[in-house]
Nanobody, 122 residues
Framework: QVQLVESGGGLVQAGGSLRLSCVAS????????MGWYRQAPGKQRELVAS???????NYADSVKGRFTISRDNAKNTVALQMNSLKPEDTAVYYCNADGVRTRATSPSYRYWGQGTQVTVSS
């Protein structure tokens, strides 16, 4: 069984910074893509940023230039550095691991973390 555990959420004033971290644990051979999603009240969950095992990153337009995603393949961790935060960034942030394999030839699965609250006050 694979588990994702996030940390680093909290309350910050507009213009401030937060760093989210996520570690995937369990019997893991490889993870294709790790990323962060967010869901604000009354809205659908949306992709914030993702990064492949090769280091190719993808960002939502709303966070480009402000957020940076990074990954450590050896430790199965992913981090999201969030700068210049805005009130509209307020949401529950979820860590995601996609294409998770326990062996080289095993099927791949997708996993989610439990979520961490980020609140940006104006």
């Amino acid at each position: 069984q694979v588990q994702l555990v996030e940390s680093g959420g909290g309350l910050v004033q507009a213009g401030g910074s937060l760093r989210l971290s996520c570690v995937a644990s369990g019997s893991i051979f490889s993870i294709d893509v790790m990323g962060w999603y967010r869901q604000a009240p009354g809205k659908q969950r949306e992709l914030v940023a993702s990064i492949t095992s090769g280091g190719s990153a993808n960002y939502a337009d709303s966070v480009k230039g402000r957020f940076t995603i990074s990954r450590d393949n050896a430790k199965n961790t992913v981090a999201l550095q969030m700068n210049s935060l805005k009130p509209e960034d307020t949401a529950v942030y979820y860590c995601n691991a996609d294409g998770v394999r326990t062996r080289a030839t095993s099927p791949s699965y997708r996993y989610w973390g439990q979520g961490t609250q980020v609140t940006v006050s104006s």
